[in-house]
């Protein structure tokens, strides 16, 4: 079940994950958390009898209080939450939602409704795992998101970067300028630079900058200026040193990040997003891509060395975040995925979740309204029917949720 913006929504005796021992009762009004206190042991053991009582009364009360302010707003509806967890919306910080084909020239094969109608349930699903707010890592534009979000009635929030900054951009600060003018028209908040190679790149060549220095200085500074936020698909290299001169705001993928650039995206607060499991996915010759072997090579090279960067990060203090680069309807709705290959990875339980809510907030710089269950937040929120920090598999986690709450609607996202 997907709730969007919460009228009048209370949670007695509910667990918050990764908080042990403790009960809370959580109070929603009009998409926002407004009360998160510990409940009293007695009352929580209570709750489950005095719920149906305490939803009749507040129904005649607020009917009565209806009828005197002319207000249609409904009854405050009090769940029951002793056999519950919650936990902040999850936030995937690289996705893909316009993509419906792993090869553009696939999608360019289809009919356009059918694209239209294939990116609405990558939505949906997306939503349905837990994830309520994305940052869409190229192809979607702000105007197909909110047309999406409001003819499909999926209220997914979503950071915008329209355009990749890629090698046919590398024409020197004029072209850039223009170019960036053009992004900046469309309303996108974010500007995605791709600054090496990826999978189509041969593995010699995977980490040489398509940029100069110069370029990628100046496409940095002049987003900044205009009060963009920047993040840099960068797997290695040089590209990461000139991220941590720049300031930007996150590295993406970085699998062979050394040591000693951990230290340097440290000082200058870079975060680092590795998108992980996309390539152990695509390196597996059974798995749901089916890609070339060619490019499942790569792509082993690139899981080979994961592990190592995602260590280096950690070591240093880099904050760390989630993203999946999910772009098919054979990975949209998987996202939690890659929590798990975080905890291979080594991150523990709660870093993992960190990584994927209230760290993942403040990369986006939402770290006062999004990643939290606290008071004065939007309530996007995840609802578990089981221990979600207890849960040995993506399956098993994605099976347990039994709903999902959004803070805002379709029509203020639209």
């Given at each position: 079940m997907i709730l969007a913006k919460p009228e009048r929504k209370s949670f007695k005796g509910i667990a918050i994950a990764g908080i042990p021992d403790k009960r809370f009762d959580v109070e929603i009004r009009s998409g926002r958390f407004v009360s998160v206190r510990e409940a009293d042991a007695a009352a929580a053991a209570g709750a489950a009898a005095q719920a149906g009582a305490a939803t009749q009364a507040g129904a005649a009360a607020q009917g009565e209080e209806a009828e005197s302010a002319g207000s249609s707003d409904p009854a405050?509806?009090?769940?029951?939450?002793?056999?519950?967890?919650?936990?902040?919306?999850?936030?995937?910080?690289?996705?893909?939602?316009?993509?419906?084909?792993f090869d553009h020239a696939d999608q360019d094969k289809r009919d356009p409704a059918e694209v239209e109608a294939m990116q609405a349930r990558a939505f949906e699903a997306t939503l349905r795992t837990g994830v309520t707010t994305v940052r869409d890592a190229g192809g979607l534009t702000p105007a197909a998101a909110a047309h999406l979000v409001r003819e499909y009635r999926q209220p997914l929030r979503i950071d915008n970067g329209s355009h990749m900054f890629g090698a046919a951009d590398a024409r020197g600060a004029d072209y850039l300028k223009r170019k960036a003018d053009e992004v900046f028209a469309s309303g996108a908040n974010w500007i995605k630079i791709m600054a090496t190679g990826g999978l189509g790149a041969p593995t010699e060549s995977v980490t040489d900058p398509v940029f100069t220095e110069d370029e990628f200085a100046f496409l940095v500074r002049y987003a900044h200026e205009n009060g963009r936020k920047v993040f840099v698909h960068a797997w290695g290299g040089a590209a990461i040193d000139w991220s941590a001169r720049a300031g930007v705001q996150s590295i993406e993928h970085g699998m062979f990040l050394t040591a000693d650039q951990a230290a340097r995206l440290a000082e200058a607060n870079v975060a680092f997003v590795p998108t992980a499991s996309i390539y152990r996915i695509a390196a597996d010759p059974q798995g749901v891509l089916g890609l070339p072997p060619v490019i499942r090579d790569r792509a082993a090279r690139a899981v080979e060395a994961h592990a190592n960067a995602v260590a280096y990060a950690k070591r240093a203090g880099v904050r760390i975040g989630f993203g999946t680069d999910y772009a098919t309807p054979h990975l949209h709705g998987r996202n939690l995925q890659e929590l798990y290959t975080l905890l291979d990875y080594g991150l523990n339980r709660e870093e993992a979740w960190i990584a994927a809510t209230s760290d993942a907030a403040r990369i986006l710089g939402r770290s006062g309204?999004?990643?939290?269950?606290?008071?004065?937040?939007?309530?996007?929120?995840?609802?578990?029917?089981?221990?979600?920090?207890?849960?040995?598999?993506?399956?098993?986690?994605r099976g347990s949720i039994a709903a999902v709450i959004t803070g805002t609607d379709e029509s203020e996202l639209a």
């Open positions: 405050a509806e009090i769940v029951d939450g002793s056999e519950l967890w919650i936990t902040p919306g999850l936030i995937d910080l690289h996705t893909h939602m316009a993509w419906t084909d309204e999004l990643g939290s269950i606290a008071e004065g937040y939007l309530s996007d929120a995840v609802i578990f029917g089981s221990d979600p920090y207890a849960a040995r598999s993506e399956a098993e986690l």
